[in-house]
């Protein structure tokens, strides 16, 4: 295997190229298995070492401060493909992202994401920003939050499983059952149903969707939809996929059936 050794000014000029690219998993409706959303996930397609991820782009986005930078270049990329979709008529009702702490507290973020949504012609509701799991206790980060949701643009937190701060459900259009609350839910005293029942009572009383991340078996989401949470992601429905691979997917329209 391959070192991996890159720079930051390797992924600066990466993002500058446009020569990244986003992956898609899909949100799906448990008790009919349509798609209703998916979230976007970047890669980046390195001519030496070839698809890298997360773990590779995230150290080099800290150590070169590029946190603007890749959130304009991922949302400039979800226009494009919602755009290319639309003009294909192949229906995404949500493309959710996660935008960087260091992003929501750029004194220009609204500016920012104004400036690409607009030239695109779209309406904002197509886009969900999963807001840093700090905003709900971090005005810096709750502020911002609130004036990207004015612009029309949806929000998403996974915060809302802490009793503490379930009265702020009505500041977000989806909350999100995390990877520890779905993966905990069969050990006992874990606490994961409870989280699940404080989440969906939430959403319930805000307006707002609950989708469960990180679901991986039939069990895990029969227990969830038992728990009143009817959206899923998940390995269960898949890997991240490239933008024609999750037309397939979607025009597949089948429930998995593996155990």
Known sequence: MAIVRLTPRELRNAIEDDALSLQFQPQVRATTGALVG??????????????????DIIPLVEQGSLHVALDRWVLRAICAQLVRWRDDAFDVHVV?????????????????????????????????????????????LAEPARRLRGLGLRTSSEELGDPTVADRASDFDTLKVGYPVARDLFVEGSGSADAVRAIVAAAKAAGARVVADSVETPQQEAALVALGCDIVQGYLYGPEVSA??????ASAGEKPTGS
């Open 96 to 140: 959710s992202a996660n935008i960087w702490a260091q992003t929501l507290r750029a004194p220009d973020v609204v500016e920012m994401v104004r400036g690409v949504i607009v030239p695109s012609g779209l309406a904002p509701r197509v886009i969900e920003i999963e807001c840093p799991r700090t905003t709900l206790r971090d005005e810096t």
């Open 244 to 249: 024609a691979e999750l037309r397939v997917l």
């Open 38 to 55: 998916v979230e976007a996930f970047v890669r980046w397609p390195h001519p030496a070492y070839g698809m890298l991820g997360p773990g």
